[in-house]
């Protein structure tokens, strides 16, 4: 695909709804009992397989235009499923479904595309098979595709190694199903909306510093949930009105949960022009709109707890990275090799086709600046949508000439996102 340049950006555009909520509404609904309406849903190819897995345990699910309905049967409602389960592309419909399956009085299998059955579920595994599941990695390799065969599950008490909100989810779900209360000590704060969802629909969640607790759940009850929208889409908008001179954008609607908005964070720490208005909570999540535009950037460094804050905007915070004046240094997101793609070598070789000086390093990357000294290049989106939309940005500050392999890999999270885009270049 040819990558357009762009002279300047104008104008006011909304993202859609956010993918880690789009996920949990489906799930949590399909667990709950009765109706759950979904406005805003993401209708990503990842949100998309968690639909279709819940329809194959017999849950109704519809799919309208203005609203996702689904008809819970409570927690244990579903039904066994008469082929294997099919997450697609997606980790989260992965790692969350899998706490729920660990606790039905059935049998499942469930798998994914060739990326998913390479991304480690050994951090699942090890945590279910604490509480008692009987889960197995069929090709004895910690990754899927995965049986789950019934047995009764136990409270834990988990400590992760990892701040991964797909581990502390899994095992939260399968918390419901337990016999005791189970709880995750994360090492740093990860993503909270399973927390601030499941206590929405009825469950007895509590915090407390970095650990979450869950009781054995009573009844949850189906919720209505207006999908924020989601501020790792939000963020190639953000570069977008940054990069490009002369530009000024507003982007409506935009989740800023505190455990999900360190690229706003790392934005003005590079001297980006970045303000949040209409700050207001849409079903349980802080919200607002943001209004970017044109900027001189500085380097910067990110690391330590800012890292599980911002893990997924680390491929277009790279590009703001070598458009800026000085070096950026990221460190700490050794995650970064087991997402989509194995993002520190995407992200260092589409860098070095435009012209960056980038080091690799074991858990992260440094990137020198270089402001006026980049040119046009032939980007791979290595099939990872973040990958394509970031390096789509690149393009548009790059001089003409820029194109994309493999660059409708972004339907996963964001299918209309060149036009959303492109509608923006002005003259
Ligand atoms: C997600 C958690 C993060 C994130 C992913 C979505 C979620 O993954 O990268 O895109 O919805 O829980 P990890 O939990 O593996 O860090």
Redesign the pocket.
């Known amino acids: 695909m040819e990558l357009k340049h762009a002279k300047r950006l104008r104008g006011t555009l909304s993202v859609p709804g956010d ?3 789009s ?2 509404a489906v799930m949590f609904g399909a667990i709950s009992k009765g109706k759950t309406e979904i406005t805003n849903f993401l209708q990503g190819a990842d949100c998309l397989s968690t639909i279709s897995c819940f329809r194959k345990m017999g849950i109704e699910i519809e799919n309208k235009k203005e609203s996702v309905l689904v008809y819970g049967k409570g927690l244990h409602g579903l039904s066994a499923p008469t082929s294997e389960l099919d997450a697609g592309n997606s ?2 419909t992965t ?2 479904i899998s706490g729920i399956l660990a606790g039905q009085n059935f049998s499942s299998r469930l798998s994914g595309d060739d990326s998913i059955q390479k991304r480690p579920m050994e ?1 699942i595994l090890s945590p279910l098979a604490a509480m008692g599941a009987n889960v197995t990695s069929c090709a004895g390799n910690g990754c899927a595709p995965l049986l789950f065969c019934p047995s009764k599950l136990h409270g834990i008490d988990w400590v992760s190694p ?8 899994c095992i939260l779900l399968a918390g419901l199903y337990a016999d005791g209360v189970t709880s995750v000590l994360e090492p740093a704060l ?2 909270n ?2 927390e601030r969802m499941l206590f929405a629909f009825g469950a007895k969640v509590s915090t407390e510093g970095f650990r979450v607790s869950v009781l054995p759940s009573p009844d949850l009850m189906g919720q209505k949930v207006d999908v924020a929208g989601d501020i ?1 889409s939000a963020a190639y908008f953000i570069a977008a009105g940054l990069l490009v001179p002369d530009s000024e954008l507003l982007i409506e609607n935009v989740g800023i949960n505190p455990t999900r908005d360190g690229m706003i964070k790392t934005v003005l720490a590079m001297g980006g022009n970045l303000k949040k208005l209409n700050e207001r909570i849409v079903s349980g999540e802080p919200v607002c709109d943001l209004l970017v535009s044109s900027s001189r950037l500085s380097g910067t460094e990110i690391g330590g707890d800012l890292i ?1 804050t911002l ?2 905007e680390i491929p277009i915070l790279a590009i703001l990275a070598a458009f800026a004046d000085g070096t950026t240094v990221i460190k700490d997101a050794a ?1 970064l090799k ?2 989509e793609s194995n993002r520190i070598e995407t992200i260092a070789e589409n860098l070095r086709r435009m012209g960056v000086f980038v080091e690799q390093t074991d858990d992260g990357m440094r990137i020198e600046g270089n402001p006026d000294g980049l040119h046009a290049a032939d980007f791979d989106s290595f099939h990872d949508h973040r990958i394509a939309m970031s390096f789509a940005v690149a393009a548009l500050a790059l001089p003409d000439g820029c194109t994309m392999k493999h660059a409708d890999c972004v339907n996963i999270s964001y299918p209309d996102f060149y036009g959303s885009l492109y509608g923006l270049i002005d003259g």
Request: no cysteine; net charge positive; charged share 30%.
């Open positions: 993918k880690s909520i996920h949990r980790g989260t790692r969350l951090r990892v701040a991964s909100a797909q581990v502390k989810s990860s993503r909306h399973t790792s599980p893990i997924d995650e087991v997402k």
